[in-house]
């Protein structure tokens, strides 16, 4: 299991340094001078001399990168253009409305997707299990960003049920800022993970040690909930960790629809007044929480399976 | 005479297949009394997994029950409601099933099974636990108050089955079913378990029934055995009597068949020569008749009857009739 | 046998079609997407109106005999715009699907043929590029470039290779050590005949049915780039244009919101349920690789 998790951290941590590379060859990549672009017509010489020195621009091209990745380890990934603040302090202080609407989406989602998925699994070939097939398939298939904007169109602008913007103050205000778009970024989970749950369980339910269950005489529902969903139930772990990149892509959208603060409303405003090394910055640390939650899921999974968890 | 706990009587039962209805059991018939052990024999496919998920009504959708009844205690379990059989299983009939590596759940650990099938009892966790714990010691795993908070995945086969046995025993059944349990076993293993599944039964005073197609266990530990082929019994009796007078070319080649006795386990049954014959289309006459070779006219025109030879010994084959005639 | 695993991939269109529409959902899949082709290619000869004539008479006009859908903030025709927005959808999806299909595959193929090395490097390239998230990704490349169609058409292409890329390799592992391709090896065939002849036709048919299952996703990027004012550049009437519109003036012109988002749910139905009985009828495996 150590061993397990130490592998599964050094591959997140090369897949996070090639994607530093990455990051580094698609700024160089892009004609002309790079602190002309990223600073764009507001380029004052004072501003220019400070952002050829932070890129290292005057050093061979290797030193550069040398310098960036020193630079990515102490956690310097450059400065606001604006405000000469660290762009790591501005994107930490709008990550946590960020993660609080993500966790919020994955724990509605994951817990009606499972129940769903469970559900049609114990009672396959049925209405019910054919109309949760059909609808997993749409809402998988539909957009959050569109989920958001008929959503604010229907429930907070012609209803008037929920708050259209912002993020409210205090708990209950949060929370009934947090229902539509997480409603929105949460609905195409909701899809997935009742499919996944429905195929595993399906498997799982297939099994001799269900037989034997059965065969004790234990409830179905007990038989269903606890024997076959906590085996059923592992790939959803793996998929929630997967999961984090596409509800981080969401979670722009629906900041943007529902006005609320948060990385992706950081990154579009950024990209707005052109200040590239808040979007640069963005994007790295965002990447980087997608890296360490697909390698958590992993290790979580792992943990969670008593085959792997007592193996080395 | 001991009173009867499970009647089989004139069982047949189908599965429902895209080619047609597959005959898995054609008019089954036997009994099992209390406290008597009485094995199944017969190769694979003869339907002898199709009977026991029968009994206990733990069978596939597709299955239809066409003819017959399952009497326990007197109770058609055929006919009884889905609570009432929940109710009997697992309590009165338990069952060891026939590979111990998939025959627990993964991911609970063996104490939380063992104390989950005790659904019924209003003993305390921590007593669910020390009866689980008295079963495995009674079954020969050592230091069982340790090891009932380890994973199945952290026992070796042998230890898994008798974890299955200290299971099914749990609840001091009335009838226990042992599906070839000792088949994925190696034969040292294989008597242990046999002999400490003797002594347990005769603790308990349970009655057994006991499928296998090793006919070694069977003679050393049966009461009466019943002989089936391609779904249907041919022959069924005393367990000295079937041996030292099979009256079924069948059983006689089976007997012929068995590797010595119980000290060698067979992996592959020796094989008789010839198919069984398809279940869904199957030939009139004798189900045998292509594999004997002893088949005569009349094997092929007419299905023989299972006839009663002698005391409680009933065979199907023409054989005896002309024999007896003769 | 691994002949029997890896079928070939039945030719005749007809019988697929066939399976599809036998299917409720894939029939509706198909119906939806016929239209949305049809539509597409006759966009110029069926709209009512100029997509992007402005009337300012006429603006934020409510859905009416006129204009069904109603007009915007500039007097344009919605249901112009939305037969023109299947357009320019399409013409993202299409080349940007197909673009990632022959590039993933060739990276495929050669990593799976290839020698270790590279095997191990492409891997972890695409590794890689599947740990950014694909929004924040293509934010970046917008950032760098400015926004365009062509943009979108990169961000799509190099966020879906690595899929086609890994589904590829596979197969061709698995191909590898089959019969058929061991006696044309022992045969002495060249590699190029090995994976051009005998390997492509088997895999092609996979990829086909992720490409059916990636155009919803691409079809919602475009539109999202372009909600964002980030795809597609005004005044090409795009569905995520029609939204950011409808958006700004939500409580004046919401049915610009409900006509730009509509057919966007409706395209991502219709496609991925065509793509998802595709997959049943031509792979049913690959039902379980996703």
Redesign the interface.
Same mark, same amino acid.
């Given at each position: 299991m150590l061993s397990f998790a130490l592998r599964r951290f050094a591959l997140a941590a090369l897949i996070l340094l090639v994607a530093v590379t990455l990051m580094f060859l698609m700024i160089r990549a892009v004609p002309g001078d790079p602190v002309q672009i990223m600073l764009g017509p507001r380029a004052t010489p004072e501003l220019q001399a400070r952002l050829t020195a932070e890129l290292a621009l005057d050093q061979p091209i290797w030193r550069q990168l040398v310098i960036f990745y020193g630079n990515m380890l102490q956690g310097d990934l450059g400065t606001d253009v604006f405000s000469g603040r660290s762009v790591t302090q501005i994107v930490f202080q709008q990550l946590p409305f960020t993660l609080e609407l993500i966790f919020a989406s994955i724990i509605w989602s994951a817990a009606l997707g499972i129940l769903l998925g469970a559900y049609a699994a114990a009672h396959p070939n049925t209405v019910i299990d054919r109309t949760v097939a059909v609808l997993s398939v749409s809402f998988v298939a539909a957009p959050a960003f569109v989920v958001a904007l008929l959503s604010l169109l229907l429930f907070a602008v012609h209803l008037q049920w929920f708050p259209a913007i912002g993020v409210g103050d205090g708990f209950w205000d949060r929370l009934d800022h947090l229902v539509l778009p997480a409603f929105a970024i949460g609905l195409s989970w909701v899809g997935y993970i009742a499919r996944l749950v429905r195929a595993s369980m399906l498997e799982v339910l297939g099994e001799n040690h269900i037989r034997t269950a059965r065969a004790f005489g234990l409830a179905e529902r007990r038989i269903v909930m606890v024997y076959a969903l906590r085996i059923a139930i592992l790939p959803v772990v793996t998929v929630i960790g997967v999961g984090m990149g596409f509800l981080l892509s969401a979670a722009v959208f629906a900041e943007i629809v529902f006005a609320r603060p948060g990385l992706g409303k950081l990154v579009i405003d950024s990209i707005t007044t052109r200040n590239y090394p808040i979007v640069m910055g963005s994007v790295l640390i965002s990447t980087g929480l997608f890296v360490v939650s697909t390698a958590l899921a992993d290790l979580i999974n792992a943990w969670l399976d008593p085959r792997a968890r007592t193996s080395t | 005479m001991t009173e009867t706990l499970l009647e089989i009587d004139g069982l047949s039962v189908d599965y429902e297949t895209e080619r047609g209805d597959l005959k898995a059991l054609r008019d089954i018939s036997f009994d099992v009394r209390k406290g008597e052990i009485v094995g199944i024999v017969g190769e694979s496919g003869c339907g002898k997994s199709t009977l026991i998920s029968s009994i206990?009504r #733990?069978t596939a959708p597709n299955t239809r029950f066409r003819q017959g009844e399952v009497r326990f205690k007197g109770q058609n379990l055929l006919q009884a409601t889905e609570r009432q059989m929940?109710?009997?299983?697992?309590?009165d009939i338990?069952?060891v099933?026939q590979?111990p590596m998939?025959?627990?759940?993964?991911? #609970?650990?063996v104490g939380q099974q063992m104390v989950?099938?005790q659904?019924?009892s209003s003993a305390s966790k921590a007593e669910k636990r020390a009866k689980a714990a008295k079963m495995l010691g009674a079954v020969g795993i050592p230091d069982p108050e340790a090891r009932l908070s380890q994973?199945p995945?952290?026992f070796s086969g042998g230890m898994r089955q008798r974890i299955?046995i200290a299971?099914a025993l749990m609840s001091e059944p009335d009838l226990l079913i042992a599906d070839e349990p000792t088949t994925a076993l190696d034969a040292t293993l294989e008597v242990q378990i046999i002999e400490r599944l003797r002594e347990l039964q005769r603790e308990m005073h349970c009655a057994v029934l006991f499928i296998s197609h090793h006919l070694g266990v069977i003679a050393e530990l049966c009461d009466r055995v019943v002989v089936m082929y391609a779904g249907a019994v041919v022959e069924s009796g005393d367990v000295r009597e079937i041996f030292h007078n099979p009256k079924h070319p069948y059983t006689r080649r089976l007997i012929e068949c068995d590797p010595g006795h119980i000290k060698t386990r067979a992996r592959v049954l020796p094989t008789i020569p010839g198919e069984v014959p398809d279940l869904a289309n199957l030939p009139g006459g004798c189900i045998f008749r292509d594999r004997c070779d002893q088949a005569m006219d009349r094997c092929a025109q007419e299905v023989p009857p299972l006839e009663r030879l002698g005391e409680g010994h009933l065979a199907a084959c023409w054989l005896n009739h002309e024999e007896v005639s003769a | 046998m691994t002949d029997a695993t890896i079928e070939k991939p039945r030719s005749e269109l007809g019988i697929i079609l066939t399976g599809v529409a036998r299917n409720p959902l894939g029939l509706m899949g198909l119906i939806i997407v016929g239209a949305i082709v049809f539509s597409a290619i006759f966009a110029a000869w069926i709209v009512p109106y100029d997509p992007i004539a402005m009337n300012i008479q006429d603006r934020m006009q409510g859905p009416s005999a006129s204009h069904w859908l109603g007009t915007d903030q500039l007097g344009r025709d919605t249901l112009s715009r939305v037969i023109m927005g299947g357009q320019v959808a399409l013409k993202v999806a299409l080349p940007a699907v197909f673009g990632a299909m022959v590039i993933g595959l060739t990276l495929g193929m050669i990593a799976g043929y290839g020698p270790k090395w590279l095997d191990n490097m492409l891997m972890l390239l695409f590794d890689t590029i599947r740990s950014f998230p694909t929004v924040m990704f293509a934010l970046a490349v917008v950032a760098l470039v400015g926004p365009s169609l062509q943009t979108v058409v990169f961000v799509v292409m190099a966020t879906s290779i690595p899929t086609y890329g890994r589904v590829a390799r596979t197969q061709t592992l698995t191909l590898r050590n089959s019969e058929f391709i061991l006696a044309e090896r022992s045969m002495g065939a060249s590699m190029a005949r090995i994976l051009g002849v005998h390997m492509l036709p088997n895999i092609i048919g996979v990829l086909a049915v992720l490409a059916a299952m990636d155009i919803p996703t691409v079809i919602a990027l475009e539109a999202g780039l372009s909600f964002l004012g980030l795809g597609v550049k005004p005044p090409t009437p795009s569905w995520g244009a029609l939204l950011k519109d409808g958006y700004a003036l939500i409580r004046q012109t919401p049915w610009l919101v409900v006509g730009g988002g509509l057919p966007i749910i409706i395209a991502t139905l219709g496609f991925t349920f065509l793509g998802e009985s595709l997959r049943d009828v031509v792979d049913p495996k690959l039902r379980k690789n996703r």
């Open positions: - | 206990l #733990l929940r109710d009997l299983r697992g309590d338990s069952i099933f590979d998939q025959t627990h759940n993964p991911v #609970l650990s989950d099938i659904h019924r994973f995945h952290e299955a299971m | -």
